[in-house]
């Protein structure tokens, strides 16, 4: 089972900022991986995938760049409604593992 | 527009069988070209993958719950369905159903499944 590991667990930034996500998987997923976005009460919900690729409806200021065992997903600027927790999922082979999650928090 | 809808007990007893149906309207499970899954988040944690089933009915269960869950689909109904057998107090958690290509594009609403006497 690949381990996918997220850092930092929590993250404060101001409404403007840009934030950096980072996941880690334990062996390499080449580029196998996807972020997803989730609030309070609410379904998680996909962003990008194939490490890069926004998913339909995301905005261009969520962008995810990595490959093998190291990535990184950017918010240029970000919203009030960007606030929430982030997790990464490999999709490499079965089974499926997601990271712990990343909060981001308003500073 | 594709949507899941969970349903199904919201307790459980210890040592019973939990069981969730999905229900999927907007696309036909039979037809389409993807997996179709179930993934699980205990209050205030991350997210944990069940498991999947093909609408021919091969199915990839999670290693760590393969004896006890089972996943089964009714293209009939278009709904395909979850069993956990000997629940236990672990198990207490928002359970999702989600279509699935690799990832995981389209969720349900999840329901939470509390397992106490």
């Known amino acids: 089972e690949k381990v996918m590991t997220q850092s930092p667990a929590t993250l404060s930034v101001s409404p403007g900022e840009r934030a950096t996500l980072s996941c880690r998987a334990s062996?390499?997923?080449?580029?196998?991986l996807a972020w997803y976005q989730q609030k309070p009460g609410q379904a998680p919900r996909l962003l990008i995938y194939d490490a890069s690729t926004r998913a339909t409806g995301i905005p261009a200021r969520f962008s995810g760049s990595g490959s093998g065992t190291e990535f990184t997903l950017t918010i240029s600027s970000l919203q009030s409604e960007d606030f929430a927790v982030y997790y990464c999922q490999q999709f490499y082979n079965w089974p499926r593992t997601f990271g712990q999650g990343t909060k981001v928090e308003v500073k | 527009q594709l949507q899941l809808q969970e349903s199904g007990p919201g307790l459980v007893k210890p040592s019973e069988t939990l069981s969730l149906t999905c229900t999927v309207s907007g696309d036909s499970i039979s037809s389409s070209s993807y997996y179709w899954g179930w993934i699980r988040q205990p209050p205030g944690k991350g997210l944990e993958w069940i498991g999947n089933?093909?609408?021919?009915?091969?199915?990839y269960i999670n290693p760590s719950l393969r004896s006890r869950v089972t996943i089964s689909v009714d293209t009939s109904k278009n709904q395909f369905s979850l069993k956990l057998s000997s629940a236990t107090a672990a198990d207490t958690a928002v359970y999702y159903c989600a279509r699935e290509w690799e990832f995981f594009d389209y969720w349900g609403q999840g329901t939470l499944v509390t397992v106490s006497s």
């Open positions: 089933i093909y609408y021919s009915e091969s199915t």
């Open positions: 062996e390499s997923v080449s580029i196998k």
